[in-house]
């Protein structure tokens, strides 16, 4: 079965510093997909960066970063000059067979604070 | 604007009653996805509907249950509310493809908060 691990429950950076949020995960399937999500005091979740199990090269988006270590089953997320409005709960996800229509299976979530 | 419509946004009711949640996917989306996040706690995978039928089932409690109708639309409905019941409830719909393979990305509405008192 599926699992997502995020051990960090918090987590504070200063503001414009690189920080990086844990995440690890267990599955059989050789095809996967891990996705990071933002959840803002508002609620909603917002989409970050994903990366696939064939993918060759870590994803970037702007200021995030994937760090995928395959053989060490971790899918770490880099932000990097953090900003104050990057303070919000961070999800890692994870789908088997990620070209399908299959659930997202979520880890706990890490709270990161940036402080000024 | 994620383009998913979920109603209410906040719903505050009373153990024992039944509420209903509703779900616009995004325009030709034919996935919908539900999630409960309790407080504090990571989404949990509820149900999911692919054009009318039910496609999986996660930790769905037999007091709820779902259907997509026709136009695609879903409604969520929980009965015999009880106090640990309160949560946020998203829905989500498969959205745009990114990567090499194409990876599907669920894209989440805005959420229905409920309240059970």
């Known amino acids: 079965a599926q699992k997502i691990t995020q051990t960090q429950p918090g987590m504070f950076v200063q503001e414009k510093e690189a920080v990086t949020l844990d995440c690890t995960y267990d599955?059989?399937?050789?095809?996967?997909?891990l996705f990071w999500y933002k959840q803002p005091s508002s609620g909603e979740m917002i989409f970050l960066i994903y990366?696939?199990?064939?993918?060759?090269q870590n994803a970037t988006e702007g200021r995030y970063s994937l760090n995928f270590q395959k053989a060490r089953k971790s899918a770490n997320l880099v932000i990097s000059a953090s900003q104050l409005g990057d303070s919000a709960m961070y999800f890692c996800?994870?789908?088997?067979?990620?070209?399908?229509?299959?659930?997202?299976?979520f880890g706990k979530g890490t709270r990161l604070s940036v402080i000024a | 604007d994620s383009g998913v419509t979920q109603t209410p946004k906040h719903l505050i009711t009373a153990t024992g009653q039944r509420v209903t949640l509703r779900c616009s996917p995004r325009?030709?989306?034919?996935?919908v996805y539900w999630y409960q996040q309790s407080l504090d706690q990571g989404l949990q995978f509820l149900i999911q509907y692919y054009n009318g039928e039910e496609r999986a089932k996660g930790n769905i409690l037999e007091r709820f249950s779902a259907q997509q109708f026709p136009d695609l639309h879903s409604e969520l409905n929980l009965s015999s509310l009880e106090l640990g019941d309160s949560a946020l409830y998203f829905c989500?719909?498969?959205?745009?493809?990114?990567?090499?393979?194409?990876?599907?990305?669920?894209?989440f509405g805005a959420g229905s908060r409920l309240t059970v008192l």
């Open positions: 599955t059989s399937d050789p095809s996967y997909g």
């Open positions: 996800a994870m789908r088997e067979q990620p070209s399908g229509n299959t659930p997202l299976v």
């Open positions: 989500a719909s498969s959205a745009h493809r990114v990567g090499g393979t194409g990876a599907n990305v669920l894209t």
């Open positions: 990366q696939g199990s064939y993918d060759q």
């Open positions: 325009s030709g989306d034919l996935s």
